[in-house]
């Protein structure tokens, strides 16, 4: 092994070391991995910005700047010591309480109760879903899933204020966000055309099965939904946002998004309701294992999917080009 | 079941309704729903505190068809409709009070997703208040901690994007601490729900088992509420998130998000823990000290603050600090009174950042001393409404705080040997909050000559002077009539138990 | 002491999780920051995953009508994951997108740098 | 079984320690997508389907994809402004 390889710069080793390291690119070669100033986020690019960016190079001011780096690197490395203290006290703590926890896979620990009794005997006969685990989830504990699309929804928000950019507020920075989208994504490529064509069908048929099947077998809204929203996503890289404009546009995302999660409110609040007034709900359980079985099971999970494949594709967009 | 008992349902379900809708609204629209939908939400509130007052005991409501330990539910007691009467309230001032602030800073296209992180925020507040199961609660600290972030950005500068990212930082590991506490609890009990999470935790005292797992879960859950909410030590973000955006904003969160999860923890230490076992481990003394130590620092902090917004954020602080002293001290009259003051401050502190919005434009729109000379005479109504705030936080008679005051020192007589320290950092903190505040006010009338600034024509925008004046007007009704408002938080700590 | 030995699980847990603290405080540079975040959370669900396994049974979804707990696993602690990994990911992609607005202003991913930046903004 | 369980679980504490020491921010997300895989594995051996495929689609997914576009949407920026400087 210790044989002196004349070609070390093509070896295996180097360019996994070289790869690690991040300046080779297995596949694109010695391309742009890492861009002309070596470590561009590490902290060679204080030095980078300092002499770029900055250019005012006025003597005090410099002068001044150091003093404040010097300032800021005493600080981080006494916040560093600190901070592994802090982490090594957490751990310790934490794994002195793990010590006296219940056993691994122990059928007689506490949380094996009534509570999970219950789901997984009278699961089947009281949601009429098959997959314990999404009658759980969608029926026993509505609320929470309720409240974790709304998550969902304020995080599309949030994203939505930062990123956006206006066609009538700043046609400016809309038009150079086109124009660098135009200039850094592939235009036409063959090999990710011919996959896509391969690929999309067959992601968005696996999501609407996962989607659907959601309370037979594992899966459900959000998976299902994530996988959707990946085909989509994968269409738009192949095809550019000309072809996918026609069928996803801002309206069309809001308007599903929109009602969906209406559907969802509406629906849950007629079984809240009707459960905490014991009032008869029109609700039933249906033949367990059939697709339409389960009651509103199979429209909340259909709902939760278009809602998910709707902000994922979204986020994508957005962070792309600054719109849906 | 009596009709009534639907209305918090109705104010949670309504308040995210309204969010949902507003997402294809344009910003008028969305706007007036926010409006419709908080006023909704108070009258449903003030119904249901009548009826609560009236019946004298608490009920549960189910989410869905099925009972305590399997399906989620919620909890209905005095103290929680009186929270939910004052949050609806607060918040619903504090929009009117900014609302040209709002139309002024937020991108029109974007006015509709303020609305909407304001629905929601007021969706989560609701439910942390009223919630009965501890994962429920998980998922609207959550939307709360996006939401809130969402407002302190949503001016969209450099300096807001730093403070989110700061809060969201500070949050995110309150959140994970509090996911672990989370998880040791459901291990150790095997329930979710807040009653029999606490009969399982009783048993497990009365025969000493698990000792070490419970210690850890109380510590957890406290140090990562006490992160969000900002207590002490982990402050840093405050004065960035609540100096920089808009005003209504920083009322909001200032006055409602924190208090959220302070009053979370005080639900989940009666309701859960049992405060018995939580004075047994030592975390009261802990929260005591971080909360002492606070109420000085922060007090210190904002009398070195050239900023008058940066300042009434450390105050803030300060404040925080009094509720977690009143937590420590250990004792029902402590915890009433920290109840309180997370009425009166967040009463005092939107009084306070609204005027000073007020005050900042009739400035060049700076916020520093120099600038803000004469802001009062400038512009009267925000001179009157800071006045009035800097003298209630300085414990002013017939203000609230007064009231908040006095209770914590009432409630310091029957703490033992923490009665001497919580009445000297009282009286030390009376005395540098009447340094800073005091200061401040004599320099707003302060006359300067007319030339200096060009003369301001202030917009009287008579939906802001109305807010302000109800905003005195509430801090004046708590300052009078205390009573009724201290009885109700009596009633409803006497029914967590 | 007795579960030391076996409970690899929630040792792990533990492990990733102050790491991934760590990570998300005292990294300087952003995008790890939001590696932390979710090593953080992942940490968190394992824990709580481990929690709901019993040895020798399947996954909760009835097969062959077999309607008895003794067969089948906790279903609440996946559930309660479920849950948790939407906000886990609705968080990580708000994280995203301030990363990438305070990198369009300052030009930098270096959080120290930032802050210093900010402080000569400032004075 | 406990063999690959163990095996699992330091390949996991292996990518989390790598993640935090690599100098290259795409290495560092693509060891984060192996994370989540090895994660996804373990939540199969855990018992729990439901989680695994939702880890393998959002985990190594979705979240990945997000990650890889800030790259790139990063990159974009820095080479925005590195022509304005050039000016």
């Known amino acids: 092994m210790s044989k002196k390889n004349p070609n070390y710069r093509n070896s295996f080793a180097d360019k996994f070391t070289r790869w690690v390291k991040g300046d080779y690119d297995p596949i694109a070669g010695q391309m742009e991995m890492n861009a002309p100033d070596k470590e561009v986020f590490g902290d060679e690019r204080i030095r980078y910005v300092h002499l770029h960016i900055v250019k005012s190079n006025n003597y005090s001011e410099r002068m001044f700047e150091e003093g404040l780096a010097k300032n800021v690197r005493r600080f981080t490395g006494l916040y560093k010591v600190f901070g592994a203290i802090v982490a090594i006290f957490i751990a310790c703590l934490l794994l002195w309480t793990v010590s006296y926890l219940p056993k691994f896979g122990d059928p ?130 192949a095809y550019g946002f000309e072809k996918t404009q026609r069928f996803m546009n801002e309206k069309v995302v809001k308007a599903l998004t929109v009602g969906a999660l209406t559907f969802y409110c509406f629906a849950k609040s007629y079984s809240f309701y009707t459960g905490a007034n014991h009032l008869h709900s029109i609700i039933t359980p249906g033949t367990p294992g059939n697709i339409l079985s389960a009651g509103l099971i199979v429209y909340l999970n259909i709902c939760v999917g278009i809602v998910v494949a709707c902000t994922m594709y979204s986020f994508y967009t957005l962070f792309r080009k600054g719109g849906i | 079941m009596a009709f009534v008992q639907n209305f918090p349902f109705f104010c949670i379900i309504l308040s995210m309704f309204s969010a949902i809708i507003s997402f294809v609204m344009n910003g008028r629209v969305a706007k007036y729903i926010h409006v419709a939908m908080v006023t909704a939400v108070l009258i449903l509130s003030l119904a249901t505190l009548s ?42 001032l504090s929009v009117f ?83 672990i506490g989370l998880t040791l609890l459901y291990s150790i009990t095997g329930h979710l729900l807040m009653s029999p999470a606490k009969e399982v935790l009783e048993q497990i005292v009365a025969v000493h088992s698990y000792q070490v797992p419970l210690m850890v879960i109380i510590i957890l859950v406290t140090v990562g509420l006490g992160i969000k909410s900002g207590l002490y030590p982990f402050h840093t973000w405050i004065p960035d998130a609540y100096g920089y955006t808009t005003p209504s904003a920083s009322a909001v969160l200032s006055s409602l998000v924190s208090k959220g999860y302070i009053f979370l923890l005080i639900k989940i230490f009666y309701r859960v823990l049992d405060f018995d ?12 000290v971080f909360g002492v130590v606070g109420m000085i620092m922060g007090s210190v902090a904002a009398i070195k603050e050239k900023n ?51 005050l900042t434009e009739v400035s060049d729109g700076r916020s520093d001393y120099l600038s803000l000379r004469g802001a009062g005479l400038r512009n009267k109504v925000a001179g009157a409404a800071f006045t009035v705030g800097s003298l209630s936080m300085i414990g002013m008679p017939l203000l609230t705080g007064f009231i908040s005051k006095y209770l914590f020192a009432a409630a310091a007589t029957t703490a033992g040997s923490k009665m001497i320290t919580a009445w000297v950092v009282l009286a030390i903190s009376t005395v540098l909050n009447t340094m800073y505040f005091m200061r401040t006010v004599l320099t ?52 967590f138990g | ?86 906000v886990s990911v609705s968080v990580s992609a708000l994280m995203m997108a301030l990363t990438v607005c305070l990198y369009r202003e300052y030009h930098t991913l270096n959080i120290d740098e930032i802050m210093m930046k900010l402080r000569k903004e400032e004075d | 079984m406990t063999g690959l369980r163990i095996l699992l679980l330091v390949l996991l504490i292996i990518c989390t320690i790598a993640v935090s020491f690599s100098k290259n921010l795409l290495v560092s997300v693509v060891i984060y997508m192996a994370f989540s895989l090895v994660m996804s594995i373990i939540w199969l051996i855990l018992e729990s389907p439901d989680l695994a495929i939702t880890e393998a689609a959002v985990g190594a997914g979705v979240t990945s994809i997000l990650f890889f576009v800030t790259l790139k949407k990063i990159r974009s920026i820095r080479t925005t402004a590195e022509e304005d400087i050039d000016e």
């Not at chain 2, 940066?310 to 920290?338: D, E, F, P």
């Not at chain 2, 003369?455 to 509430?474: N, P, W």
């Not at chain 2, 009724?484 to 409803?492: C, H, N, R």
Request: aromatic share 10%.
């Open chain 2, 308 to 358: 008058i917004r940066r300042m009434t954020a450390y105050s803030s602080v300060a404040q925080i600090g009094y509720i977690y002293m009143g937590i420590g001290l250990g004792t029902t009259a402590g915890v009433v009174a920290a109840l309180f003051h997370i009425i009166s401050h967040g009463a005092m502190k939107s009084l306070l950042f609204i005027s000073i919005s007020g």
């Open chain 1, 108 to 237: 007689n620990a506490p949380e094996n109760n009534e509570v999970a009794t219950r789901y997984i005997e009278q699961g089947l006969s009281e949601t009429g879903a098959v997959n314990i685990v999404t009658g759980m989830i969608l029926d026993y504990r509505a609320f929470d899933t309720f409240g974790e699309s709304c998550v969902l929804f304020v995080a599309s928000c949030c994203v939505l204020i930062l990123l956006r950019v206006d066609k009538d507020e700043d046609p400016e920075s809309r038009a150079i966000e086109d124009m660098n989208d135009r200039h850094y994504e592939p235009r036409n490529d063959t090999i990710l055309q011919k996959v896509a064509n391969f690929l999309v069908p067959l992601m968005i048929v696996f999501g609407i099965y996962v989607v659907l099947n959601g309370h037979i077998s594992p899966g459900g809204g959000f998976s299902g939904g994530a996988i959707i929203g990946s085909g989509l996503i994968l269409y738009l890289t």
């Open chain 2, 277 to 288: 076992s939580v004075i047994s481990s030592h975390m009261v003394n802990i929260l005591f």
């Open chain 2, 444 to 495: 707003l009338y302060r006359p300067v000559p007319e030339e200096t600034h060009k003369a301001y024509t202030v917009e009287k925008s008579r939906i802001e002077t109305a807010a302000i004046i109800g905003m005195i007007l509430l801090n004046i009704g708590l300052g009078v009539a205390s009573q009724p408002v201290i009885k109700v938080i009596e009633a409803g700590l006497a029914m």
């Open chain 3, 1 to 86: 002491m007795g579960s030391f030995a076996t409970n690899y699980e929630e040792i792990a847990a533990v492990l990733l999780f102050v790491i991934g603290m760590s990570n998300l405080v005292f990294q300087p540079n952003l995008l790890k920051k939001i590696i932390g975040l979710d090593i953080m959370d992942s940490a968190v669900y394992l824990f709580l995953a481990a929690k709901g396994y019993i040895e020798g049974r399947t996954a909760p979804i009835v097969v062959d009508g077999i309607l008895d707990a003794s067969h089948y696993i906790n279903p609440v602690p996946a559930g309660l994951v479920l849950t948790g990994i939407v």
């Open chain 2, 51 to 92: 009826f609560v007052v009236g019946t004298g005991e608490s009920y549960t409501f189910m989410m869905g068809h099925f009972p305590a330990p399997w399906g989620n539910e919620i909890r209905i007691g005095e103290l929680e409709a009186l929270m939910a009467v004052f949050f609806s309230l607060i918040m619903m």
């Open chain 2, 97 to 179: 009070g900014g609302m040209a602030h709002i139309d002024r800073e937020v991108q029109d296209s974007k006015k509709n997703l303020f609305y909407i992180l304001l629905d929601l925020l007021m969706a989560s507040l609701l439910a942390l208040i009223y919630t009965n199961d501890l994962f429920t609660a998980y998922v609207f600290i959550e939307i709360n901690t996006i939401a809130a972030c969402g407002l302190i950005m949503i001016k969209k500068q450099g300096r807001t994007y730093v403070s989110a990212l700061r809060y969201m930082i500070m949050s995110l590991v309150g959140s994970g601490l509090f996911l």
